[in-house]
């Protein structure tokens, strides 16, 4: 049974997650999302994450206690268990695929010149091509298959003479519907998984930080946008160059394997009456 403590404590946390739901349902809502499809699927999370993060001595939960964790029903908990693992999984590797060899392609030595990712050919002897670019991402995956994906995604075309373009306004821009929802997917994904750490831990193992003043002009604010924008990017493009080269020196190297993500907001909106200057804040 919950102590007195813990039921204050969940209260004050369900006031804190209406302020991030609200942004959240916003989009659902958009996208035709309605409140029980949205339960159905959170059902789903539910399950998910208490047999991923909540198991005893490393053992597999039993339906009792998964519902016992969660407060979904075990009939429930029997349908979701049968129906196995959604396709989250290798979505997202793909999209890390289909990134690292962009990335590549903007950084690496043998795929720039002048600062400038190449025309590739597809594939050719003795000379930077297309398969050398993603054989050196992944050997596991066919080139075609690669190119097909960039290739459908707009941010890769192919000239008069046979060469592939990348298109760096894509790559930077707007994008189809489906891949501004997996970059939604993976960026906010992450960030709210580095700040959940991050809240959950005593010592909090990522880095987060965010700057934030209330009351400023607009002009003010489009001034600090400008210099964000230009600053951020200038540091995103270092950290892909060096991020390229430890990519390329650990290719053939044995061990275990990480992924990273860094990313960088801007958000903006007019200010409450009553709010009040804050300076840079540790969050």
């Known amino acids: 049974m919950a102590t007195s403590d813990q039921t204050s404590a969940s209260d004050a946390f369900m006031r804190v997650l209406k302020g991030l739901l609200r942004p959240l349902v916003r989009t659902m809502i958009a996208r035709g ?10 059902k789903r999370v539910y399950v998910e994450v208490a047999e991923d993060s909540f198991r005893l001595d490393d053992k597999p939960l039993t339906d009792s206690r998964i519902a016992l964790l969660t407060g979904v029903h075990r009939k429930d908990i029997r349908t979701i268990r049968a129906e196995g693992p959604d396709e989250t999984g290798p979505s997202r590797r793909k999209s890390a695929l289909l990134a690292t060899v962009i990335g590549q392609w903007m950084s690496a030595p043998d795929f ?13 002897e003795g000379s930077a091509d297309f398969e050398t670019l993603v054989r050196s991402v992944n050997r596991d995956v066919r080139p075609r298959t690669v190119l097909d994906e960039l290739m459908n995604a707009g941010l890769v075309s192919e000239t008069a003479d046979g060469l592939l373009e990348l298109q760096t306004e894509a790559v930077v821009g707007t994008g189809s519907a489906r891949d501004k929802e997996a970059f939604f997917a993976a ?11 991050n809240l959950l831990a005593d010592d909090p193992p990522f880095f987060e930080r965010a700057v934030f003043y209330n009351q400023l002009p607009p002009e003010a604010v489009d001034a600090i946008e400008a210099a964000a924008r230009a600053k951020a990017q200038e540091l995103l493009e ?7 080269a430890l990519h390329r020196a650990a290719q053939d190297a044995e061990g275990p394997r ?3 993500r860094l990313g960088i907001y801007f958000y903006k909106e007019d200010a409450a009456p009553a709010d009040t200057d804050e300076k840079a804040q540790d969050r």
């Open 33 to 42: 999302l309605t409140a029980p499809v949205v339960y159905g699927l959170l």
């Open 112 to 124: 720039v010149t002048d600062g400038a990712p190449r025309l590739l050919p597809r594939q050719a």
């Open 187 to 197: 960026n906010v994904g992450d960030h709210l998984a580095a700040a959940t750490e």
């Open 258 to 260: 990480q992924r990273f």
């Open 238 to 244: 270092d950290l892909n160059r060096q991020s390229s």
